[in-house]
């Protein structure tokens, strides 16, 4: 039996290896923090950015001459300028930084892909700002996610912090900061993490803990610096009758239809840009100052086509389109959103999508309003749960669409239907075979720079 002393000393032991491992999450949460702030700040600092380059362009980029043909040439010139420079900022110091940049964290996150911050920070935020400012069809949420994530890797090399489990959940939380910072959604930024990068991040207590930090501090930071409101301002909506929720579910089906076809056109012109860029190494930057070019005019000549679609929400939202027009726009801004995205521009899809989603659902609903004109069908909700359906089925991350749009527009009565809607779209989508986005981007980019042999498919 140990002696009094003995005993005393082994709970001393005890109590100083718990007070230990009570203060590294501490440090962690600490360390966490301090990313989610400066993620959330970048975040803000690139959004007022895009904002006055846009403002600016509009402004300033038109009546310089009688010729309207001498003055679209100009705004071709400036804004394919603008273009031009991002990609060359691109192809020249961080191509990892082409894209969306979401595929390369859940890269990094698998230690499969590096995390080269000193020059993807500042490329993605000023290639962001001039592929963004042209007008193209892109969002700021894959710069802010890839931003955060970089923030996240710096922060640990500038404290000089080895333990891999930590430089992980630094990295994640950087990501999730940067979701937050870009919508104003922290729980969608949470649920990111989780659900979307669920093969790479690895959960434990500790982990979860800094990323609630992280977000908090990213959201605090947006509210502080930008506004407090939801992105959407687009009124509130009333749930919808219970009589009229299968509608929803074929709803769902069709976004999911929808989904598989955009993740295949979206795949199918990256290959179409690779074998042209692959011809001459400046095709790339070509690329970029006709495609900036041609959407710096767009945006002046029909602006509902142009942009991440946040301008336009709002408006299709309250009716002011046509079923025939929503129909032309549709078409056009899915050829847009492709022709954008997949040629490498440092831009997310999340927005573009978002507004397609809106496009559809609103269509739907103004069919559904003339079969079944009982059912008190609103177009707005329609267009809240089209957000949340095609999200679901192109990045097969359902509850993430599900808060991400909830947050976003202030309509949580709305659940019921979006849930529906998404399921129906996840489901669909999978039976069809196809394979979430940014898990085919990644495995494209991985195969291409023969990291590994080909993984198999990540089914929802």
């Not at 900061?177 to 649920?191: E, R, V």
């Not at 959103?337 to 999340?350: D, H, M, R």
Request: net charge positive; hydrophobic share 50%; glycine share 10%.
């Amino acid at each position: 039996m140990p002696s009094y002393s003995s005993l005393k000393k082994r709970i001393h032991l005890y109590h100083k290896i718990r007070s230990f491992q009570e203060k590294a999450p501490l440090t962690v949460l600490i360390v966490a923090g301090v990313i989610g702030s400066i993620t959330g700040i970048i975040g803000v600092l690139f959004q007022y950015a895009v904002n006055w380059v846009i403002t600016l362009r509009k402004s300033l980029f038109f009546n310089y001459f009688d010729s309207s043909f001498l003055n679209y040439s100009i705004i071709f010139f400036i804004t394919g300028c603008m273009g031009l420079f991002a990609y060359f900022l691109v192809k020249r110091f961080a191509p990892e930084t082409g894209g969306s940049g979401i595929p390369e964290i859940e890269g990094a996150l698998m230690n499969l892909r590096p995390v080269r911050w000193r020059y993807v920070l500042p490329v993605k935020f000023l290639g962001g700002l001039g592929a963004l400012g042209s007008g193209m069809v892109l969002g700021r949420e894959g710069p802010t996610v890839q931003i955060g994530g970089n923030v996240g890797a710096m922060i640990c090399d500038l404290l000089k912090i080895k333990n891999t489990a930590y430089r992980h959940t630094f990295l994640a939380t950087g990501a999730a900061a940067g979701i937050t910072a870009a919508f104003n959604a922290p729980l969608a930024g949470i649920l990111f993490i989780i659900e979307e990068m669920r093969p790479q991040f690895r959960y434990s207590l500790t982990s979860i803990k800094a990323i609630f930090v992280g977000v908090i501090m990213a959201s605090i930071m947006y509210q502080s610096l930008f506004n407090q409101t939801s992105v959407f301002q687009i009124g509130h909506f009333h749930a919808v009758p219970i009589q009229s929720l299968w509608l929803y579910l074929i709803l769902g089906a069709l976004f999911g239809c929808i989904g598989v076809i955009s993740n295949k056109c979206i795949l199918f012109m990256q290959g179409k840009y690779k074998q042209f860029y692959q011809q001459k190494s400046y095709h790339f930057l070509l690329t970029g100052f006709i495609l900036a070019g041609i959407f710096g005019v767009m945006s002046f000549i029909m602006p509902e086509i142009t942009g991440s679609g946040f301008d336009f929400i709002p408006d299709a939202t309250f009716g002011h389109y046509a079923i025939s027009m929503l129909f032309i726009i549709l078409l056009l801004r899915f050829i847009t959103t492709v022709l954008c995205f997949s040629s490498g521009a440092p831009g997310g899809i999340f927005a573009p999508t978002l507004a397609l989603g809106t496009i559809i659902g609103i269509t739907f609903g103004l069919i559904a309003q003339q079969a079944y004109p009982d059912f008190d069908i609103e177009l707005g909700a329609c267009a809240i749960i089209g957000m949340g359906g095609l999200f679901a089925a192109t990045v097969r991350a359902p509850l993430t669409g599900i808060v991400l749009v909830m947050e976003m527009s202030d309509n949580y009565q709305l659940i019921l239907p979006m849930i529906i809607t998404c399921l129906g779209a996840t489901l669909i989508a999978q039976a069809l075979g196809g394979m979430p986005l940014y898990s085919a981007i990644l495995e494209r980019i991985l195969l291409n720079n023969n990291t590994l042999k080909k993984p198999k498919s990540d089914e929802s």
